[in-house]
């Protein structure tokens, strides 16, 4: 079992990438609001954030620590961070929710950089940004998305570590399901006998899972589930994010309750082939399109009209980059991928299929164990 | 158990009446971009919120349903819902995700409202709503978070029967700790065995999770949990929102293990009083803050340094209203709280106490079993 955690270095050394970054930029800092960015450079990590009611912040400064301005309750928690300079307020305060201090830190600088790009969000209250620009009209805000998507697309070697960690915890769950996906036995249920089953295997939690199973195949992916019971000819799909000490896996398993039909086994045996494509196509310098390219090509015309093929994955279940073709990032070491081909079929219908790899000199290796290349009857 | 979901009367009730305040605030329309907003006036209901990648948005106009502009992803799912009008294109595209379709069906109005106060954020890149702001410069912007917060606070017979269901979910779970909290088990097992008690007594999630177990008392009550062994002399506390068709519980417990110390039992013996204060105090016509005053009364000058004693529960675990003295909200019958006093005791200790009720003619009701009115010992 990985070490949870990380030693300081490993933030130091994220800490001095951004900061070269920012330095081409010639930005002075970075303003960070969302819990993934956050714990990156300081490893905060706390539940407390499903509370939507405080803001947290943290400056990246142009050299030096990071400096967090949060609520007063996550202050013992942040002192057992690397981060030396907390500065807090008594969150809730409707009338000044840390931007007072925001604004005092800021002040001094004239050009800041702030993830506004795709994929992001400012978790502060749109007013308080407004009121916070308002009073420090000399300074420059500029898009720093590429720098934080940027570094967190590469993992560490400690964090591979963990998501190959909760990876095998989440296989080990997957292996179990025909136990339980029984016919009669209510999807609800299934979810319920999914969830054990993962923390029963060692993950922390199980913040994602959809799935799906309906006659001869599903059609939509991302409902919650009922409690109709499995019946003979279902195609069953459970797509999980577990996490592990803040790391995520993110892949699904499909199977057929009793004999499936042709249709259904042809879907699966061209995913199944498309995801190898994918895998075999991941090699540094290859770009996220060449993946998307790989995959499109393999799926063929059948592959209908289908927005990305895969996503990077780590703190978040999503993360840069997408496997698409707007995306020409290159691949490099290190990026932890989901190659995740789509497949419509039969009468409205459709498949998933997911595996979870990290790029790395040569071909790459797979942190999911390779889904069965024939589709498993249950039953 | 309850039904899941909500006929469609309860959302023509909940946008009938948005809209009522909308008119008399002058607004033409209301945007929500955030998973509880949208889902309460749609019944949009899906983990894929998870995913940072994909912006969602719902138009509430001046009359008739609301208009959803989404991720074709979600189109099957919205169209099991009572919204008609539903625009979408393939996300992720991060030239234009959503924000030529925003601009079409925002450009006939001239007085829009946002939530983007208190406990608010704006779910899409910052960058992608000063692009809509720039292409639509007549339009005017109105902070709306008084409407969709104080509708949700009040909560339905149909919402407060799902919130009971789920605490009354939580409360066998915590029954449950005695069992397997005991002396040599590592905190982090006793996290994953109360997360898979919880899913047997039927919780569909079991989102939000935290808690401490250390000598004579506690420090901090947001940290995840190590793999320190309970001992005996430790007080455990674990406090957890578990959700139920899009519901949550938000409670705790404390336990001792093994004998406590006379600080220990003093200090829960003060909360639990102060708790009881709360509940007694909750009539409507007073205020949050009488709430507030009332508990922080029974705590007396042992209270210390506390934000808020307490707030609104329902589709996220906290909600408004907020149980602290810049809160003048009048309490009324429907409304779900937190009473959760918290106390500092003995050496840098703290200890926290938490139910749930609803607000009604005469007494509150109680949602969650009263905790034991001694510190329970376990073992």
């Known amino acids: 079992m990985p ?23 010639g930005l002075e800092g970075m303003l960070l609001s969302t819990e993934a960015d956050v714990r990156y450079f300081t490893g905060f990590h706390t539940a407390f954030w499903q509370s939507p009611t405080r803001p947290w912040f943290v400056l990246l400064p142009a050299a030096g620590k990071p400096v967090a301005v949060i609520p007063e309750i996550g202050v013992p928690l942040m002192r057992t961070t690397w981060v030396d300079d907390i500065r807090s307020w008594p969150a809730p305060d409707p009338d000044d929710d840390g931007v007072s201090l925001l604004i005092e830190l800021l002040s001094p600088l004239s050009r800041l950089g702030l993830p506004m790009g795709h994929e992001t969000h400012l978790r502060m209250p749109l007013a308080d940004w407004t009121r916070m620009r308002a009073a420090l009209p000399g300074l420059e805000i500029e898009d720093a ?3 934080t998507q940027g570094l967190r697309a590469i993992k560490s070697e400690a964090e591979i570590a963990k998501i190959a960690h909760i990876c095998a915890i989440g296989a080990r769950a997957f292996s179990q399901v025909p136990e339980f996906a029984l016919t009669g036995a209510p999807l609800d249920g299934v979810f319920r006998a999914f969830r054990r089953a ?10 994602y899972l959809v799935g799906a199973a309906a006659q001869g195949g599903y059609a939509d992916v991302i409902s919650p589930p009922d409690a109709q019971p499995l019946a003979t000819g279902d195609i069953l799909m459970l797509d999980s994010g577990c996490s592990w000490d803040g790391y995520f896996c993110d892949f699904d398993r499909n199977w057929a309750i009793g004999p499936p039909t042709d249709a259904a086994r042809r879907a699966y045996d061209t995913l199944w082939t498309a995801t190898q494509a994918g895998i075999d196509a991941a090699r540094p310098g290859a770009t996220c399109r060449d993946l998307y390219d790989a995959m499109a090509r393999s799926l063929g015309t059948s592959g ?12 978040q279940l999503t993360e840069q980059p997408s496997l698409a073709a707007f995306d020409e990032t290159p691949l ?8 995740e081909p789509s497949l419509p079929y039969g009468d409205g219908l459709m498949m998933v299929h997911e595996e979870n790899i990290v ?21």
């Open 145 to 147: 998305t590429e720098i």
């Open 198 to 207: 993962a923390l029963t295997e060692g993950a922390d939690e199980v913040p």
């Open 359 to 379: 790029v790395q000199d040569g071909p790459a290796a797979l942190l999911t164990p390779r889904a069965e290349p024939e589709l498993p009857v249950i039953g």
């Open 3 to 25: 070490t949870r955690g990380f030693p300081t270095a490993e933030y130091e050394a994220r800490t001095a990438r951004a900061q070269e970054r920012m330095a081409e930029r």
């Open 304 to 315: 209908g009209n289908v927005g990305r093929l895969g996503h990077g994955l780590g703190m």
């Open 332 to 339: 490099a070491a290190g990026m932890v991928l989901t190659i």
